[in-house]
Structure formats: C-alpha cells, structure tokens
C-alpha cells in the first residue's frame, strides 16, 4: 500500500508564495499519477493539478494556472506544489492523492494524504 503524507502549508499572506510537498512511500507503475485537491469548509473537494511522474502529462485547474506550478523529485518520490500570488480563495485544506489516470474528479485516486492546511490572510 502506497502513504502520502503532506508537508509544508501554514498561515500566508495574501500575494505571498508557499511551496506544498507529498512524499510517496514508494512509486510503482500503478500510481503513475500524483496530483492536488484542495478542499474549503462546506465545498466539495476540487482538482488543482496532477502530473505524471515524467512530467509528460500536467493538468491545471483554470482557477489556478498561471499562479501553480507541480513539479516532482524522482530520486525522493516527492511530489511539489509551488503556489503563487496567493488569494483568500485559495484557503483551503490541500491534499496529496496518487493514482492510475490523470483524472480531474477526486473518486479516481486510489490514495490520498491526509491533508494540509493553507490558510491566505487578506
């Protein structure tokens, strides 16, 4: 079974830039595909980005292109979430998911971290 865990949200000021990891306790074919859901109080949770581990596929939500970026450590099985320009908006809880497809709906991913808090002061 594969574990993510999360590091690196916190309290940001808006404008401001914060950098998310998800650390994969091991990479098999299976899970070819790591991505972000972010999830606010009372919403459904909502696609951010995914990638493979190539880097050849990356998908951005539209909410956040431009201001995101995904990137990996092969060597690590780290997964990063450079966040940028941060807005109220994007306060929410983020988490790590790992899966076979590079799908934008949250019931595809077969494992999930537990979540990390990004809260943006305005």
């Known amino acids: 079974q594969v574990q993510l865990v999360e590091s690196g949200g916190g309290l940001v000021q808006a404008g401001g830039s914060l950098r998310l990891s998800c650390a994969a306790s091991?990479?098999?074919?299976?899970?070819?595909?790591m991505g972000w859901f972010r999830q606010a109080p009372g919403k459904e949770r909502e696609f951010v980005t995914v990638t493979n581990w190539s880097g050849s596929i990356t998908k951005y939500a539209d909410s956040v292109k431009g201001r995101f970026t995904i990137s990996r450590d092969n060597a690590k099985n780290t997964m990063y979430l450079q966040i940028n320009s941060l807005g109220p908006e994007d306060t929410a809880v983020y988490y790590c998911?790992?899966?076979?497809?590079?799908?934008?709906?949250?019931?595809?991913?077969?494992?999930w971290g537990q979540g990390t808090q990004v809260t943006v002061s305005s």
């Open positions: 998911a790992a899966g076979s497809t590079s799908s934008t709906s949250y019931g595809s991913y077969d494992y």
């Open positions: 091991r990479r098999t074919f299976s899970i070819n595909f």
